[in-house]
């Protein structure tokens, strides 16, 4: 079974810039989350989503913002890009139900 | 909001050794924590896990214990070796219903296993 995917792994953007990141979650989740990763903050809440809703979310400002499609995918996106904004991003993705949450490998950003 | 607390931040050992990661927590709603390991460039991956209504478990060379009434939890690693070596982390969460959960992190520890 594959695992969770997500695209791409590498960005490197300009401040002020916008980007989309994408999420392709286990086959059968329904669940996916979003972390972001930093060496000063650690794992940090972004937000979940079930059944293409918003269900929980971080304390983000409103440039970051996320969406689930029908088939579970998610994507999250981030405007008006900051140098504080370079890290990895995680998406996690379970069943939904007390479910175990499964990463994938990371978007590594990097703004300019 | 909850908070967890992980404690060492840096642990070197000997292959062979033992080795023993401390978290502890401040909600006492939460009953799911799982442990994460992160190898470089990589995500992190779950090794183990366990629900409040548990006191210990263990799989293979690897187990965790909880202690809810002092809300906290502890990996434990038998026989260590060099391939152990990466990142840890606790996280605590509060399950219920048909969502996951937002996951708590602890700050990570950096496990060395010397050949």
Request: proline share 4%; aromatic share 10%.
């Amino acid at each position: 079974k594959a695992g969770v995917t997500q695209t791409p792994r590498y960005l490197i953007k300009t401040r002020g810039q916008q980007v989309t990141l994408s999420c392709s979650p286990i086959s059968g989740h329904r669940s996916v989350s979003w972390y972001q990763q930093t060496p000063g903050q650690g794992l940090q809440f972004l937000f979940e989503y079930f059944s293409e809703t918003q269900r929980n979310k971080g304390n983000f400002p409103g440039r970051f913002s996320g969406r689930q499609f029908s088939n579970s995918r998610s994507e999250m996106n981030v405007s008006t890009l900051e140098l504080g904004d370079s890290a990895l991003y995680l998406c996690a993705s379970s069943l939904g139900t007390a479910g175990k949450a499964f990463f994938g490998q990371g978007t590594r950003l990097t703004v300019v | 909001g909850e908070n967890v607390e992980q404690h060492p931040s840096t642990l070197s050992v000997q292959e062979g050794d033992s080795a023993v990661i401390k978290c502890t927590y401040s909600d006492s709603a939460s009953n799911y924590f799982p442990w994460y390991k992160q190898e470089l460039g990589k995500g992190p991956q779950l090794i183990i896990d366990i629900r409040s209504n548990v006191g210990e478990k263990k799989d293979q060379r690897i187990a965790v214990t909880l202690n809810k009434t002092a809300k906290h939890f502890s990996l434990h690693i038998t026989e260590t070796q060099p391939e152990d070596s990466a990142v840890y982390f606790c996280a605590a969460s509060i399950q219920g219903g048909s969502t996951l959960g937002r996951l708590y992190f602890g700050r990570g520890t950096q496990l060395t296993v010397w050949p």
